[in-house]
């Protein structure tokens, strides 16, 4: 079946240091990869995301990259702050079938200052 | 800053009761979903619609209902509220090709 799973469910980064989030996903068919950020008490926020004809994908601070070879997926954050401090989710969309998106489990990303 | 919405934000309520939480977008989304999410926890799908008339059950077994009578609305109802269903429920919308956007979700306390 298909699955979206992320290698660490926490990660810790000194404030201003880079991050990096990774994650692996299983079904080779997904043609679209998000990143969402989910504070406290919030919902999912969108980040960025990229589509399989791409290797990476730039935004403001961040950088998404996809290796489709080994179907990993990694979210770099430059220069960490504290209201970076959040869950982070990956998630895909397979081509085939409904159409769902699929989501890992988490990452929270704790900044120290 | 997504255009969608979710009411109420917070709600404690009776075992037995019946409960709608409510959901609308203005961004004209065909595409419309409901989650449900412990705290610190993955998300998981209970419900999805593909537009007006269409309504999906998802992924997680789910005692609640849905309608999408008119595009911009999706209702999420639970008959007879249980303390099992103390959870976040957040529902998202997304147009074909597009990434879902999320409303910011209601917390609820089932006593």
């Known amino acids: 079946g298909e699955s979206v799973g992320l290698h660490l469910p926490t990660l810790s980064v000194q404030e201003g240091d880079n991050s990096i989030i990774n994650c692996a996903y299983s079904n080779s068919a997904s043609d679209y990869f998000i990143w969402y950020k989910q504070e406290s008490g919030k919902g999912p926020q969108f980040i960025i995301d990229i589509r399989s004809n791409m290797d990476k994908r730039q935004g403001q601070r961040v950088t998404v990259l996809l290796n489709k070879t080994v179907k990993h997926l990694s979210l770099q954050i430059a220069a960490t702050q504290p209201g970076d401090s959040a869950v982070y989710f990956c998630?895909?969309?397979?081509?085939?079938?409904?159409?769902?998106?699929?989501f890992g489990q988490g990452t929270r990303l704790t900044i120290n200052p | 800053e997504a255009d969608i919405y979710q009411t109420p934000r917070y709600l404690v309520i009776g075992t037995g009761k019946k409960i709608t939480l409510e959901c609308s977008q203005t961004m004209g989304h065909d595409k419309m979903y409901w989650y449900q999410q412990d705290p610190g926890m993955e998300l998981h799908l209970i419900h999805y619609s593909y537009g007006v008339n269409s309504t999906e059950k998802g992924d997680l077994s789910s005692e609640s209902t849905v309608s999408r009578i008119r595009t911009e609305h999706f209702p999420l109802t639970l008959e007879s509220a249980r303390p099992s269903h103390t959870s976040q429920y957040l529902c998202?919308?997304?147009?074909?090709?597009?990434?879902?956007?999320f409303g910011p979700g209601t917390r609820l306390l089932v006593l």
């Open positions: 998630a895909e969309i397979p081509t085939q079938g409904a159409q769902k998106l699929v």
């Open positions: 998202a919308s997304r147009r074909g090709g597009t990434a879902q956007y």
